[in-house]
Nanobody
Framework: QVQLVESGGGLVQAGGSLTLHCTAS????????MGWYRQAPEKQRELVAVASSDGSTNYADSVKGRFTISRDNAANTVHLQMNTLKPEDTAVYYC????????????????WGQGTQVTVSL
């Protein structure tokens, strides 16, 4: 089994900054994609940013230029630096990791953290 533990959410005023952290632990041989999704009330979960093991990154258009994802492959951690936050960034943010648990299989499972609330006030 694999566990993802997030931290760093909270309440911030518009224009402020927060940094989210996520650490993966458990039966991990390698992690391919690791990133962040978010879900606002009554909306579908959406991709925020993802970092691949080769260093490539992908961002939602709505956060480009404001959010930065970084990853430490050796530590199985991913971070999301969020600047110039807007009220529309308010959501529960979920860490996600695509994990290969054994060198004897190419199969990967996708795991989710429990979520951390980010609230941006006017």
């Amino acid at each position: 089994q694999v566990q993802l533990v997030e931290s760093g959410g909270g309440l911030v005023q518009a224009g402020g900054s927060l940094t989210l952290h996520c650490t993966a632990s458990g039966s991990i041989f390698s992690i391919s994609d690791m990133g962040w999704y978010r879900q606002a009330p009554e909306k579908q979960r959406e991709l925020v940013a993802v970092a691949s093991s080769d260093g490539s990154t992908n961002y939602a258009d709505s956060v480009k230029g404001r959010f930065t994802i970084s990853r430490d492959n050796a530590a199985n951690t991913v971070h999301l630096q969020m600047n110039t936050l807007k009220p529309e960034d308010t959501a529960v943010y979920y860490c996600s990791a695509e994990v290969r648990s054994s060198p004897t299989t190419w199969f990967r499972n996708n795991y989710w953290g429990q979520g951390t609330q980010v609230t941006v006030s006017l």
